[in-house]
């Protein structure tokens, strides 16, 4: 069955950075678009950033947009998630989700456990 396991999670200071990783497994990566959502204490489930199959195209929501980067390793199945100049409104739980084959981000399936994500003084 699909699994989807991040890390790379922690505490950090404001301006600090993290990258965070997903290990996928149970279906063909490299067929699917990927995304990262997060949900922050008491909010709604946010998407944050999401990536085309090939990794050719990615979208970011306008609070991260030039402060994260997304990517993604087919042959170790891997998606990433770089973030810098992070700030205490990233704080949240940070999830990567399989999205629908090709381009479609925008389709959200299965999550992982998540990885806590701390930005504070």
């Known amino acids: 069955q699909v699994q989807l396991v991040e890390s790379g999670g922690g505490l950090v200071h404001p301006g600090g950075s993290l990258r965070l990783s997903c290990a996928a497994s149970?279906?063909?990566?490299?067929?699917?678009?990927m995304s990262w959502v997060r949900q922050a204490p008491g909010k709604r489930l946010e998407w944050v950033s999401g990536?085309?199959?090939?990794?050719?195209?990615?979208g970011y929501t306008d609070s991260v947009r030039g402060r994260f980067t997304i990517s993604r390793n087919n042959a170790e199945k891997t998606l990433y998630l770089q973030m810098n100049s992070l700030k205490p409104e990233d704080t949240a739980v940070y999830y990567c989700?399989?999205?629908?084959?090709?381009?479609?981000?925008?389709?959200?399936?299965?999550r992982g456990q998540g990885t806590q994500v701390t930005v504070s003084p």
């Open positions: 990536i085309q199959d090939q990794g050719t195209g990615t």
């Open positions: 989700t399989r999205g629908g084959r090709g381009f479609r981000w925008d389709e959200f399936h299965e």
């Open positions: 149970g279906f063909t990566f490299g067929s699917f678009a």
